[in-house]
């Protein structure tokens, strides 16, 4: 019982693949276009997690390089919401919908 | 010295198409003069007892060859010079009266000057090469001038047939150099001559060989001469301007065949079949053409074709080795058909482009100048006693009497047949009734074309004893060989005969009395050219565009287009629009390369 009381770095890792899979499960399958965007936020959190995982447990873990890179994804993330949103209120001030079955015109 | 002669009508040329154009007399004037520089230039190494030092340069050299752009001044180019700026400068001056009224008389003027430069560059070669490359202006430029009224489509018809059937021609000519200089190492006339007097041919070169360069040389001859089977451009080159068929395509181009040959004599001696070839081919052309012309009705045509015939009887001079009898008629020739050419534009001029001799009649009453000219011109042609071509046409036959007696029988016949279509010619244009209203308002032509028309009978009547076969050199075969009175006595015979003869059928006739399609149509030449080689040609043409269109176009472009293009339509079905369907292709993507780095490559 030993994957029980002590908490390793598979358990982080398994963790971020359950988030990752629900997020793209979300991406796949939900229609509503803000509920695939916060899907797309899950899986950006799901990798950060599996950062911060690999940082902590990493054997020479005397710098910080896996949190540098998470507060860039988070600064990034949230500057990518802000367009996103926008684009959104746009869209949906265009066409009265969020449903992406509905948004289909940009093909051949 | 040598650039005095050569450079005035390449400078005249350059400035009259470049500059000048606009303003057509200072354009003839211009072109007159560098003719009459060049003259000036040719009558100076005629006069100078040593043309030794003539500079040249060399314009291009590798190992083993080097190509000079020089001159010679032995007598034979002094000579050619002599006939072709003296006779040029009178053309010259004819076509401002024949041409006046043409609104591209600068450019036929510029045309005009470039042949001549071509045409002295040929003369002064002083090496094969450079002669090729002259060669191949001449040819150039007789295009060009062929095709002056290009608006007609005759006449582009024509000037492009002469420049591919000159093509095969140059093309013999090509391989002939490259032989002569594979053999002797050289292409340098002087030290060509001095290998084969020296050493003769080279060991390990069969005669066959030797026959095969000589045939090669013959044949630029051929092509540039009009010899038999090659013969069929010249009379389409009538549909060029009169002065320029008297120029290019009477007096001096065509004769750049049988210059040639003087000039490679000794490389012709070498080979006995190749002389033979020549021979054969020479007599051939004669009577061939002196045939044809005894049933054509249109004046120009009647001139080309006994052109023709004299080219043939200087290339079966040249075949019996009689260098100096060939050049010698060349020259006379050059004077006579120079003059019947310029007396037959200026009836042309009188009758407004009317060829047709049937459509003439008693001219002489009308254009006398024109009229005795052209008596004086005929009269030199046909063998008339102690005229130029008499003493001409005698020297060739008297040394093929004592070469080949069959040779000699075609000869004397053709001078028969000469005396008869030349006197027909005479006869019906300018004897009997007007046969047309158009006639009576004939005018004879104004001095600017009746002077050279005089200055050039005269030539015609004294070219014989001023001396020109002594100037070039011996003759073959001396008069004290016996035989010689015989056979003055029988070409005066064959004068007489064909002179009467036409006189006989033709001084009354109203219409041609006999009609021989055979000779008409030119013993069906051109028919027998179209069905043997242009319809062939066509065919393969025809397979060759399938060939293009269907596998080049078909399966090389088109098809690969088709193929690109339909990749793309099957391809754009996946874009339907639907942002989660793609959401399952780009993670199935991410998911496939996932399993081939990290399951397949790590394994």
């Not at chain 2, 490389?267 to 004669?286: F, K, N, P, R, Y």
Request: include cysteine; proline fraction near 3%.
């Amino acid at each position: 019982m030993n994957w029980l009381t002590e908490i390793t770095l598979n358990h982080y890792l398994a963790l971020s693949g359950i988030l990752f899979m629900i997020g793209m499960a979300g991406v796949m399958i939900r229609r509503s276009i803000l509920v695939i965007y916060m899907c797309l936020e899950l899986m950006l959190n799901a990798a950060n997690l599996a950062l911060v995982a690999f940082n902590r447990f990493s054997p020479a873990a005397r710098d910080y390089d896996g949190q540098i890179m998470v507060f860039f994804i988070i600064t990034v993330a949230a500057a990518e919401v802000a367009v996103g949103l926008a684009l959104i209120v746009s869209l949906y001030r265009l066409r009265q919908t969020t449903n992406v079955n509905d948004l289909n015109s940009l093909k051949f | 010295m040598n650039w005095i002669v050569l450079l005035p009508p390449l400078i005249a040329a350059v400035l009259i198409t470049l500059v000048l154009h606009p303003y057509k007399k200072i354009s003839v004037f211009t072109s007159i003069l560098a003719c009459t520089i060049s003259l000036g230039g040719a009558l100076a190494l005629f006069f100078s007892s040593s043309n030794e030092g003539l500079s040249s340069f060399v314009w291009a050299a590798v190992p083993g060859l080097k190509i000079t752009i020089g001159a010679m001044g032995d007598h034979l180019a002094v000579l050619m010079l002599l006939v072709v700026t003296g006779v040029g400068l009178l053309i010259h001056i004819f076509s401002y009266g024949y041409m006046e009224q043409d609104p591209s008389l600068s450019r036929f003027y510029a045309k005009l000057s470039l042949f001549m430069f071509s045409m002295l560059g040929i003369v002064l070669a002083d090496n094969l090469v450079m002669m090729f490359i002259f060669w191949e202006l001449v040819g150039l430029s007789s295009y060009l001038l062929i095709g002056f009224w290009f608006q007609k489509p005759s006449a582009a018809e024509a000037a492009k047939k002469a420049f591919i059937v000159n093509r095969i021609g140059d093309f013999g000519f090509l391989l002939g150099i490259l032989g002569t200089w594979a053999i002797f190492g050289s292409i340098h006339f002087t030290e060509l001559k001095e290998i084969v007097a020296t050493s003769g041919v080279p060991a390990g070169f069969s005669s066959g060989i030797v026959a095969l360069v000589a045939f090669g040389l013959f044949m630029g001859c051929m092509g540039k001469s009009a010899q038999v089977p090659l013969h069929v451009w010249l009379p389409d080159a009538m549909e060029g301007p009169t002065p320029v068929s008297a120029l290019i395509h009477a007096a001096t181009m065509v004769a750049a065949g049988v210059y040639m040959l003087c000039r490679v004599f000794f490389i012709l001696e070498l080979s006995v079949s190749a002389l033979d070839v020549i021979m054969w081919i020479g007599a051939i052309t004669s009577i061939f053409a002196a045939l044809i012309a005894l049933q054509q009705n249109d004046i120009k045509r009647i001139l080309a074709y006994s052109t023709l015939s004299q080219l043939g009887y200087m290339v079966m001079a040249v075949g019996i080795g009689a260098t100096t009898e060939a050049m010698f008629h060349l020259t006379t020739h050059a004077f006579f058909k120079a003059l019947l050419f310029l007396a037959a534009g200026s009836v042309i001029h009188g009758l407004h482009h009317e060829q047709d001799i049937w459509k003439m009649g008693n001219l002489k009453k009308y254009m006398p100048v024109t009229f005795w000219t052209f008596l004086i011109g005929t009269a030199a042609l046909t063998g008339f006693p102690f005229l130029s071509g008499f003493f001409s046409k005698e020297s060739i036959l008297f040394a093929a009497y004592h070469q080949n007696i069959v040779v000699f029988s075609i000869g004397i016949f053709t001078a028969l047949l000469t005396a008869f279509y030349m006197t027909r010619l005479v006869v019906v244009a300018f004897f009997g009734k007007e046969r047309t209203h158009e006639v009576h308002h004939a005018h004879e032509s104004p001095l600017v074309m009746t002077v050279p028309l005089i200055v050039l009978a005269i030539l015609s009547l004294f070219g014989g004893v001023i001396g020109i076969d002594h100037y070039i050199g011996e003759h073959k075969v001396a008069h004290e060989a016996g035989g010689f009175y015989f056979v003055m006595g029988l070409s005066i015979t064959c004068f007489l005969a064909g002179t009467a003869g036409a006189l006989f059928i033709y001084l009354k006739a109203k219409a041609e009395p006999f009609s021989l399609p055979l000779l008409r149509d030119k013993f069906y030449s051109d028919e027998i050219y179209e069905a043997c080689l242009v319809k062939p040609q066509q065919v393969l043409a025809k397979a060759l565009s399938w060939f293009d269109y269907w596998v080049v176009g078909g399966v090389f472009v088109r098809l690969t287009s088709i193929s690109a293009a339909g990749a793309g339509e099957i391809l754009r079905l996946l874009q339907g629009g639907s942002l989660q369907a793609y959401v399952v292709m780009f993670i199935l993507g991410v998911a496939l390369l996932c399993y081939w780095f990290l399951v397949r490559v790590a394994l």
